[in-house]
């Protein structure tokens, strides 16, 4: 038998840190990586197995034997191996062979800590390093006042492989191409952010990504990892904000995975009521051992570090905050207190988002929460889980039934629409409108709409209208700014031919503008989670579906009033409250021609009257436009 050469990058202080479950940058460590000792460039290699009786490293470099290169266990009982293979260079494919204790499982495993895979169906792991000089130093420096909670946060979500293919030859488009026309692309629709869904390596096109086994490797179906490197800093290069899909709450149990690592439950919690996904066939990490922590938090940090994102968003967190999540009773176990909460799950959450926010103070991290569960986007030390912000998911489901409906029984709904109001301000909201809603026969955001053509794009820009003067942050998926028609297809490509038809051309206008709006009026950011951003003027008008409010913002000049038709019945001298005197301008109008609405009705430089109307003693009268929304600002 063949050994490494025994070479170790961990002191006592990491091998306590890592079992504390408090080492964050554990891929500094682990993993391989390479080097020179004694005079010899080689690889180091180092692997997490504690209950292994044998590990070795296999590769090309070696016919993928099992004996050439053993790797030597360390003595201090953190069941770490450990060992240096020269002539091991870049580039080199190698997975790992694990004989476990009771010599009956012998299994091969990708490295958890590659920073390369092959390209599936493949599975190996690839030695790498790369030493790409960022670009991004002018994004770097003043990032803070871009992610902040009072700039705008206007994020368009991405899935690599199906927002546009390469049609001559039929493939995706490589991290490269992507730098070119993605980035300009979303720097024209006037995004502030993208979102990409996980970019991680995993195996399975139609996971979507959400099945990871390659959680430190971009993954290698567009490109190498610098490719990856180069289109985030181009990104930043327009000033536009980068996030990544993150998902710490489930992993497959692909032979080469983590699952069963070492031939014991060592990522997964070994209770099938904690550690197996019903819905998803796939695998929970045990988050009340230390070195999970270690492993989760570090990824989490890496991806901030190595690939300079901007933020995390966090998948599926009421899976992991919830013990009886999608389980029957008799299926899951009370915690130690008898209630539902996974606190183990809710420590490693806190303590993730601490590091995060530790470490890199001018990110965001976001959790897709989808219960009541308190306090989600609230500080640790008040009691809550410390995430930067929450979705919204009550807002959308509510917004989207509401405008399925015909416009005829919305004075029936309407308080449907206004509800969320009433709790938008107990987190920091994300208002999303994401891949979840365009697949599985939900039909695409236009086709949920009622009436004919010219109706289901009217109603499409009065939702993406209120949604943007609605307080919170905003995202919205690839092809709904132009009115994609058909579902999500993950193996094809958006429908970029329809904006040749004014109906989608004039949808991608409309999302254009808004998005400009929201960047340009402070009222619509500088509070957009606080109660003294928004004010009513108007939501008891059911009878006509028509509401008004107040955006605030810091200075009262700021303020945008809003005032929304949500039907197709033109509403001629409407009258409207204002808080003071004054003359008014039109700064938006949803029905413009240039989005393919009637252009009919506009109001220019309106004076108020001294008449009472909705309590307040000053009033106009004005044109609202069919299933449109109209802002003015006092000159």
Not at 18 to 29: D, M, S, V
Not at 207 to 216: A, D
Not at 484 to 492: P, R, S
Not at 592 to 597: H, Q
Request: aromatic fraction near 16%.
């Amino acid at each position: 038998m063949a050994y490494t050469k025994v070479h170790s990058l961990f002191t006592e202080f990491d091998i306590n840190l890592f079992q504390a479950g408090k080492h964050y940058r554990l891929y500094e460590k682990f993993g391989s990586h390479i080097t020179t000792l004694d005079g010899e460039k080689g690889t180091y290699f180092a692997v997490w197995a504690p209950t292994a009786k044998m590990v070795s490293v296999i590769g090309d470099f070696n016919f993928w034997l099992a004996g050439e290169h053993q790797l030597n266990v360390r003595w201090d009982g953190s069941g770490i191996w450990e060992g240096f293979i020269p002539g091991v260079a870049k580039g080199a494919i190698y997975k790992y062979k694990i004989q476990s204790n009771n010599n009956d499982v012998i299994t091969e495993k990708a490295d958890p800590f590659a920073r390369r895979c092959e390209h599936p169906p493949k599975t190996a792991s690839e030695v790498w390093e790369d030493d790409y000089e960022w670009q991004d130093k002018k994004w770097m420096k003043n990032r803070k006042k871009n992610n902040a909670l009072d700039a705008p946060f206007s994020v368009y979500e991405v899935h690599l492989g199906s927002w546009k293919k390469q049609v001559e030859e039929n493939r995706f488009l490589s991290y490269r191409e992507l730098a070119n026309e993605l980035v300009n692309y979303v720097n024209e629709m006037n995004f502030t952010h993208v979102e990409f869904m996980p970019i991680m390596e995993y195996p399975y096109d139609p996971s979507w990504g959400y099945q990871l086994t390659g959680y430190f490797a971009p993954t290698s179906r567009f490109g190498y990892p610098d490719e990856f490197k180069y289109l985030v800093d181009k990104f930043h290069e327009k000033g536009i904000g980068v996030l990544l899909d993150w998902v710490p709450s489930h992993f497959p149990s692909d032979d080469h995975g983590l699952g069963f690592f070492d031939g014991s439950h060592l990522y997964e919690h070994p209770d099938r009521r904690k550690g197996y996904h019903q819905d998803w066939k796939s695998l929970i990490f045990n988050y009340g051992r230390n070195e999970i922590k270690s492993f989760l938090i570090s990824n989490a940090l890496f991806w901030l570090d190595k690939y300079h994102a901007d933020g995390l968003r966090v998948d599926a967190v009421a899976s992991m905050l919830f013990l009886d999540y999608s389980r029957k009773e008799g299926q899951w176990e009370p915690n130690e207190f008898g209630g539902r909460e996974n606190l183990d799950a809710m420590r490693f959450i806190k303590e993730m988002n601490a590091a995060v926010y530790e470490n890199y103070p001018d990110t965001q991290t976001i959790a897709e929460e989808s219960t009541s569960f308190p306090q989600v986007s609230r500080p640790i030390y008040s009691g809550g889980l410390g995430f930067g912000m929450k979705w919204m998911m009550g807002w959308m489901h509510d917004a989207l039934e509401y405008f399925a409906k015909e416009p005829i029984y919305r004075k029936h709904h309407q308080n449907d629409l206004t509800f969320s109001l009433n709790y938008a301000f107990t987190e920091n909201f994300m208002l999303p409108l994401s891949h979840d809603e365009v697949v599985y026969g939900k039909k695409a955001i236009v086709d949920k709409m009622p009436g004919d053509e010219w109706q289901k794009f009217g109603n499409l820009r009065m939702l993406y209208s209120f949604m943007y003067t609605h307080p919170g942050a905003k995202l919205l998926f690839q092809g709904g700014e132009f009115g994609q028609t058909k579902e999500w297809n993950f193996q094809g490509s958006l429908d970029w031919h329809l904006l040749q038809y004014d109906v989608h051309k004039g949808a991608q206008n409309l999302v254009k503008d808004l998005n400009k709006l929201y960047k340009k009026e402070p009222a619509l950011h500088q509070k957009q989670f606080s109660p003294e951003g928004f004010e009513w003027i108007d939501h008891g008008d059911h009878e006509n579906s028509v509401l008004s409010y107040i955006r605030k913002g810091e200075k009262e000049t700021q303020n945008v009033i809003v005032i929304l038709n949500l039907t197709p019945v033109p509403r001629e001298n409407y009258r409207v409250g204002f808080p003071k005197p004054g003359t008014l301008q039109e700064i938006f109008n949803s029905d413009c021609k240039e989005y393919n609405g009637t252009g009919n009705y506009k109001n220019t430089n309106v004076i108020t009257e001294a008449k009472e109307w909705n309590g307040r003693i000053n009033s106009i009268e004005i044109d609202l436009p069919p299933l449109a929304m109209v802002a003015f600002k006092y000159k």
